[in-house]
């Protein structure tokens, strides 16, 4: 089918549409009807279908004689290991850690925490709490203490499974003195951790709290898939919001697999023999969906990748690992291919390795920038395509279907929405905008199945922050345009939340850890225009009355405590001390016109401006330390 087909036949029939797409998923009690309306506006899909996601990616594949085929190729260039797993092996390891958490006490509907870097163990872990309908939480290893002292104040887990270390291109990363850092401050306790020790680095462990990955299996039995309901969460990610309290997002198991399922032969135009590369991490969304569970119910080989586009050990590696494993479909952020465009601008290393399995990179996490499509698209013979979605939504909301005789590309735009996703732009007024004009893109509810029915723990936060502003629809956080030909352009975030190198952050949650310092008195970040990672933010902070420290020092003080609470991931590097910050009359910190001059925008003063000249000691800052570039 088409896509303009395709998206008519969903849009005059979405139940329709869904328990079609349902029937490529095999559940143990076929749900009755696709979209539960009875919880409005908190929308369930098959509640009434029973089923297992591990089943769907695992067990199903070896029952139907696919036992021997590679389902994960782990290729890590930080260490110099590769190992693949057949699906029988996946079943095998899987079974029997779900058989452990389950001797241990792990039931349906108890979270556990995962904090581990790109090992096959993460895979397996997650898909063990599957199998037995408990509710995973995956935290990015890139977060430090705090964050994840947050996530388990917020998720309660009942284990936390950890890696010992993470491998940087800097070096060894321990997470396990971050990880008992987080159960120090956490008011939570989780009963038990599980700890896969690396043999980079082995971390001891607390003894009667912390097992090690081997010995926490010894014994146990191999561990049968639960059915659960279309409705409960298979997993909880958390992602930035507007304050530093991070949203939950839940994911509902059945709607989850059907919506994945679709896009692998739909969207992405896989089909089961071929090998997909989501070169991101299983700490974000992309990962969760496009490096574990979607390539892995479509009988795929997924590669799980641990390393980076350039440095491990050169802008080569993407290529290495395409032509090694015969790649066809690759998938990750602009800023990687930024990255290796910046490193090798004649593309000299991909002359160097075969990649002719490849047909087609997929791109998503942030703008795509016209330039870096271009330059891939010519460096590499494949189309690329754009395509737009968040942690909400799961999968897709926009793009060119490959799979639906890719409509055309226009460089610039994210694509066409997708099956599920009536896309508007409104104004202010809630009013829907002509074609062209600049506004919130906003989905008509009921979001499809797969995105979030609800925050975890927090209806009314789902509330307030998705529906509220624009009733009926849900409010993405960000800005567009839909041109007269459906195509959607995704411009900036309506809130504060900023894109680091395909990293969602909160300069709000940056914002709380600076005020904590006790010499500083009141603060404002930013994510200002950066060449390779999109955005990157700064902070300008003010200083109590009477303080005559080195102000050197307090710099240094405030980056490492936002590397030592967000972590490094934040990648935030600049400090800028100002007397006053800019305010309109009425107190509320211009960090829109602040930012203007950070990127050197034209802006118009603000009309409430309180104190005009405090913009220019923000201008003559800001060209101390570089801006505008
Ligand atoms: N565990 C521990 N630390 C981590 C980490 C992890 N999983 N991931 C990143 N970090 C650290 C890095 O080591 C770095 O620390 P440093 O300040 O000591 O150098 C910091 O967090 C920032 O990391 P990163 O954003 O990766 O920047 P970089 O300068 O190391 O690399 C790129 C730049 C462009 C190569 C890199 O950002 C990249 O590969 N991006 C791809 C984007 C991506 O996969 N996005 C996911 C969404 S699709
Ligand atoms: P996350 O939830 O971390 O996946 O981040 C989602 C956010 O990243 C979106 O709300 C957008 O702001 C941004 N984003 C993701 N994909 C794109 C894209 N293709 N174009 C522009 N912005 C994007």
Known sequence: MNYEDTYSSWKSDPEHFWMGAAK???????????????????????SDGEVNTCFNAVDRHVEGGLGKKVAIIYDSPVTGIKRTLTFDELLEKTAKFAGALKRSGIQKGDRVIIYMPMIPEAIIAMLACARLGAIHSVVFGGFASKELAVRIDDAQPRAIISGSCGIEPSGIVPYKPLLDNAIEQSVHKPEFCVVYQREQLEAPLVFGRDHDWDEFQKGSVSCPCLPVYGSDPLYILYTSGTTGQPKGVVRPTGGHLVSLMWTMENFYGVQQEDVFWAASDVGWVVGHSYIVYAPLFAGNTTVLFEGKPIGTPDPGTFWR???EHGVKTLFTAPTAFRAIKRSDPDGNYIKKFDTSTLKALFLAGERADPDTIKWAAQKLKVPVIDHWWQTETGFPMVGCPLGLDSPSIKIGSAGLP?????????????????????GSIAVKMPLPPGALPTLWNADERFKSAYLSRFPGYYETGDAGVIDSEGYVSIMARTDDVINTAGHRLSTGAIEEVLTEHPDIAECAVIGVKDELKGQIPIGFICLNAGVNRKLE????????????KIGPVASFKTVVVVDRLPKTRSGKILRGTMLKIADGDDFTIPATIDDITSLDEIRESLEKVGYPK
């Not at 009807?33 to 919880?39: C, I, N, V, Y």
């Open 321 to 323: 690992v395409i032509e």
């Open 418 to 438: 997708m099956p599920g996703f009536q896309i508007k732009v409104l104004g202010n007024d809630g009013k829907e905008l002509e074609p062209g004009k600049l």
């Open 553 to 564: 020092e307090i710099m240094i003080e405030a980056v490492s405590s936002v590397r030592e």
């Open 24 to 46: 490529a998923i095999d559940w143990f009690k076929f749900p009755s009807h696709a979209l539960d309306e009875s919880r409005k506006p908190f929308y369930t899909w098959y």
